[in-house]
């Protein structure tokens, strides 16, 4: 079975500032990983995704993530944050076996929350 | 191309009565994935089905929980005899067979027990 852990369940950030919101898995076999954001009363929607090559994926809105398999992490990053990109972020992974189809496990979610 | 279609959007019933919640995934989908989120907690998966076939339903409850995805029409969750426990966002999304594809979200039903 596979598990992901975001370390920080929320997240308090200035306008203009640098964020980074951190995600470690743990996974048996091989996983893809990804991120998405929900803003409030809404569904999910993808920032990035890594499935193999680079390590650092960019997103959209300016994300970007790295995977480390050394550390199975794949903390997320924005160099300057807007207040728009308040909301909850939740990182996931899904496993590499067909039978699992492309099933997400899900992080607690990090609430980033953005102050002028 | 339409995205992941959920309705209701917004659903009140009374304890012990059923809800029904429908799903009509992205063209070209054949794989519906559903998720409970309750609230101030993460999204916790529930079942994946294919056309006509359930395929994962390890995170559904056992009892009054049911799933399905006929070859024609939306998908379908179904809770009956509904507790206040059941209030939460439920979420359907689906993706393209093949390993690694994005799954896409529905904007989610929100079920209230009162």
């Known amino acids: 079975a596979q598990s992901v852990t975001q370390l920080d369940s929320q997240v308090p950030v200035f306008e203009e500032a640098p964020v980074e919101l951190r995600c470690n898995y743990s996974?048996?076999?091989?996983?893809?990983l990804f991120w998405y954001v929900q803003y409030p009363n809404q569904g999910l929607q993808l920032l990035l995704k890594?499935?193999?090559?680079?390590?650092l994926v960019k997103g959209i809105n300016g994300f970007e993530a790295e995977f480390n398999k050394s550390q199975t992490s794949f903390h997320l990053r924005k160099p300057s944050v807007h207040i728009s990109d308040t909301a909850e972020y939740f990182c996931?992974?899904?496993?590499?076996?067909?039978?699992?189809?492309?099933?997400?496990?899900f992080g607690g979610g990090t609430r980033v929350l953005v102050k002028p | 191309n339409a995205g992941v279609m959920q309705n209701p959007r917004h659903l009140v019933r009374r304890r012990g009565q059923e809800a029904r919640l429908r799903c009509s995934p992205m063209?070209?989908?054949?794989?519906v994935y559903w998720y409970r989120q309750l609230p101030e907690e993460g999204l916790k998966f529930m079942v994946y089905?294919?056309?006509?076939?359930?395929?994962?339903e390890s995170g559904m409850p056992k009892e009054r929980f049911s799933a399905e995805f006929p070859k024609e029409g939306p998908s379908i969750l179904r809770i009956q005899q509904v507790v206040r426990g059941d209030s939460a966002a439920y979420f359907c999304?689906?993706?393209?067979?093949?390993?690694?594809?994005?799954?896409?979200f529905g904007e989610g039903s929100w079920l209230t027990v009162v």
């Open positions: 089905l294919q056309k006509e076939n359930i395929i994962d």
């Open positions: 063209k070209g989908h054949s794989h």
């Open positions: 996931a992974v899904s496993v590499a076996i067909k039978a699992a189809g492309n099933k997400l496990t």
């Open positions: 996974s048996s076999v091989s996983v893809y």
């Open positions: 999304a689906s993706s393209p067979p093949g390993l690694g594809n994005t799954i896409y």
């Open positions: 890594y499935l193999s090559g680079s390590t």
